[in-house]
């Protein structure tokens, strides 16, 4: 059974810094995009960063691109989400999702990811 499960969310000032954690289970995680995607209040859900599973390719959705870092550990089997300059804009439920095996190349598409967690709450609030 996969599972993937989100850690490190919580309350930060504006300006702030927060990196999220997502470790894996059930998949060949070094097979597998890993991805994360946001959803605020009243929003849908929106694509962060991906990264490929030889880990050359990386995306960044357009709001986050320059304060936020995706990286693997896949000898952890774990996805982190470094986020720098946090605005209240940025609060939301952070998920991670994972896409694969072997994919041809990174999808910002939330319909294409087969896996996902059930999130963990980023609150940026003075």
């Known amino acids: 059974q996969v599972q993937l499960v989100e850690s490190g969310g919580g309350l930060v000032q504006p300006g702030g810094s927060l990196t999220l954690s997502c470790a894996a289970s059930?998949?060949?995680?070094?097979?597998?995009?890993m991805a994360w995607f946001r959803q605020g209040p009243g929003n849908d859900r929106d694509f962060v960063a991906v990264?490929?599973?030889?880990?050359?390719?990386?995306e960044y959705g357009y709001s986050v691109k320059g304060r936020f870092t995706i990286s693997r550990d896949d000898a952890k089997n774990t996805v982190y989400l470094q986020m720098n300059n946090l605005t209240p804009e940025d609060t939301a439920v952070y998920y991670c999702a994972a896409v694969g095996p072997r994919t041809l190349g990174v999808t910002a598409a939330p319909g294409a990811y087969k896996y996902w967690g059930r999130g963990t709450r980023v609150t940026v609030s003075s």
């Open positions: 990264i490929n599973w030889h880990g050359g390719g990386l």
């Open positions: 059930g998949l060949t995680y070094t097979y597998y995009d």
